[in-house]
């Protein structure tokens, strides 16, 4: 059994979905089962819906999304009868929301109705092309959660329900990606692009032979393709690479969504609809040492950097436990930290927690702040064993006049994290692509 996911861009519009089905067609051999987005923007069209204020223009809204589905049913010939429950249950949600006042409950609610649409629309096309298909809920499978609603964890309990009741399924089952039930049965989601990680604990449930994840791009890029036209794709990464990289910024995968597939060594490969003959980038456990030690490039831009000083923290303890109690405090994660004996330095995501943050921290410290920086990571299996990484990025950060502002490298050494300043980002990232893949 394989499971073949397939994103919003992979369902756009009628086309976009018979191509997908196309595409299960071709790999009915391997037993797919099949989970889905919703289609193409629909997600933010549900939550625009579900914050707008006004009454008349929820109207408006809602009338658009039924729209959308009811002309993707049409170009299909699917008869419109199909969605005719969601479509009055997500009518009669949206009659309920108050004015400026929507709890989380009934926001997962409304989002939810994204996925069990496109599920029954892409199991009514396969079945069109004589693919004998059925649309499950993935919470009717038994995909529980807790109560996190916007972001709900999936309970240990999913992962044996999942296997029990897939196996009792014969037809090739389309499963709403995304969601999950409490046990007293609220609908939740699991937060945005969390589709492909209901993919992985799927295929880690049913142990897959392997992951499909169908988008818009061949694979895995060497590097952000808009910064290096010469980028190419990446034929194999290891899990551990493909986690640095989707946190740094190849904005293919979601971190999370890779670990149930590492822990059950099963292959997950990223392929393009729009390109079905691509091989795509496959991701595995062990993967052959190709001659280039750095595997891709991945960068964030609009990164703070906080530079933290106090001469109390030289020879104390629990200095840097009140350092990272105000960070967890405001639950702001950090990204890259260097510290010596009297400063710590280390990244956040630009946002408006950050002030809150910088009045604790003076508390404490001396601080100083650097605005519209970039983080540049550099990742590769191959770095382990191999000297002068190092010696070869920063003398190629040189060579550029482009100046350094910290370094981190992880005890997992499959990675060299810097900071650059933000408008030296697209030379640094072309000047490491040149050097490494030589063009
Ligand atoms: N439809 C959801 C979203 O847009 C989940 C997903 O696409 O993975 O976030
Ligand atoms: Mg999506």
Redesign the pocket.
């Known amino acids: 059994m394989i499971v073949m996911k397939f994103?919003?861009t992979s369902l756009g519009d009628a086309d976009r979905i018979k191509n997908a089905c196309n595409i299960v067609k071709s790999k009915l051999k391997k037993k797919p089962i099949v989970v889905v987005?919703?289609v193409s923007g629909?997600?933010?069209m549900l939550i625009k819906l579900a914050n707008e204020n006004s009454f008349e223009k929820r109207k408006k809204i809602s009338a658009k999304i039924k729209d959308k589905h009811l002309d993707i049913l049409k170009n299909l010939n699917i008869e419109s009868s199909l969605l005719k429950e969601d479509l009055n249950e997500l009518e009669d949600s949206v009659d309920k929301i108050k004015d400026n006042n929507i709890d989380a409950k009934t926001f997962d609610l409304i989002?939810s109705f994204?996925?069990r649409m496109s599920s029954k629309i892409v199991a009514a096309q396969l079945s069109n092309i004589g693919i004998e298909s059925q649309a499950y809920n993935s919470y009717d499978l038994g995909f529980l959660t807790d109560d996190e609603f916007g972001s709900a964890e999936p309970l240990d309990i999913t992962h044996s329900n999942l296997r029990k009741e897939i196996k009792k399924i014969h037809a090739v089952p389309v499963i709403t990606?995304?969601l999950g039930k409490t046990k007293d049965g609220q609908i939740t989601?699991i937060?945005?692009?969390?589709?492909?990680f209901?993919t992985s604990i799927v295929g880690a449930a049913i142990d897959a032979k392997e992951i499909q994840i169908w988008t818009d791009v061949d694979g895995i890029m060497s590097t952000d393709p808009k910064i290096v036209v010469n980028a190419q794709t990446i034929s194999e990464v290891s899990f551990a690479e493909a986690f640095e990289l989707a946190y740094f910024g190849a904005r293919v995968l979601?971190p999370k969504s890779i670990l149930p597939a590492m822990k059950k060594n099963i292959p997950v490969m990223v392929l393009n609809s729009f390109n079905s003959d691509h091989n795509g980038t496959t991701i595995l456990t062990k993967v052959k040492q190709n001659d280039s030690t750095v595997r891709a490039i991945a960068y964030k831009k609009n990164i703070t950097l906080v530079n933290i000083q106090s001469t109390r923290m030289f020879g104390a303890h629990g200095f840097l436990a009140r350092l990272f109690n105000i960070f967890e405090k405001y639950k702001k994660s950090v990204d890259v930290i260097a510290t010596s004996e009297v400063s710590v330095s280390l990244t956040v995501n630009n946002d408006k927690n950050i002030d809150d943050i910088l009045n604790e921290l003076k508390e404490i410290s001396n601080v100083n702040i650097r605005e519209n920086k970039s983080i540049i990571c550099i990742v590769g299996e191959g770095m382990r064993n191999t000297l002068g990484v190092a010696g070869r990025t920063f003398s190629t950060m040189g060579k550029n006049n482009i100046n350094i502002e910290l370094i981190s490298q992880g005890a997992s050494e499959i990675n060299i994290t810097f900071i650059v300043d933000g408008n030296d980002t697209d030379k640094a990232i072309n000047a490491l692509h040149k050097e490494y893949f030589g063009k």
């Open positions: 994103g919003g987005s919703a629909m997600t933010n989002q994204g996925e990606g995304f989601t937060g945005r692009g969390g589709s492909d209901t979601h």
